[in-house]
């Protein structure tokens, strides 16, 4: 089974970056379709990017496009999403997910990192 251990939230001041780390165990990253999801308080989740298993192709939520890019360590099993410039909607608790099929299917989720941007 599939496992995924996120880090690197915390709380950082509008226009500040923030770099989120997905752990992955069990298999490897290439096998899977990994994306980012957030829940901001009182809201639902927000697909936020996604990596393709074939070839690596990414996707962004027009929300955050230009500002986050998600990468891929093969070598290490792990997962990356890069946070520049951010804002006080991008608040929220990001979770790591993982699926087979595409990068909305999501069978496999983490436990969440917070990210709160405040000044």
């Known amino acids: 089974q599939l496992q995924l251990v996120e880090s690197g939230g915390g709380l950082v001041q509008p226009g500040g970056s923030l770099k989120l780390s997905c752990a992955v165990s069990?298999?490897?990253?290439?096998?899977?379709?990994i994306g980012w999801v957030r829940q901001a308080p009182g809201k639902g989740h927000e697909g936020v990017s996604c990596i393709r298993v074939s070839g690596g192709s990414t996707t962004y939520a027009d929300s955050v496009k230009g500002r986050f890019t998600i990468s891929r360590d093969n070598a290490k099993n792990m997962v990356y999403l890069q946070m520049n410039s951010l804002k006080p909607e991008d608040t929220a608790v990001y979770y790591c997910?993982?699926?087979?099929?595409?990068?909305?299917?999501?069978?496999?989720r983490g436990q969440g990192t917070q990210v709160t941007v405040s000044l």
């Open positions: 069990g298999s490897t990253v290439e096998n899977y379709f």
């Open positions: 997910a993982a699926g087979y099929s595409n990068c909305y299917e999501y069978v496999y």
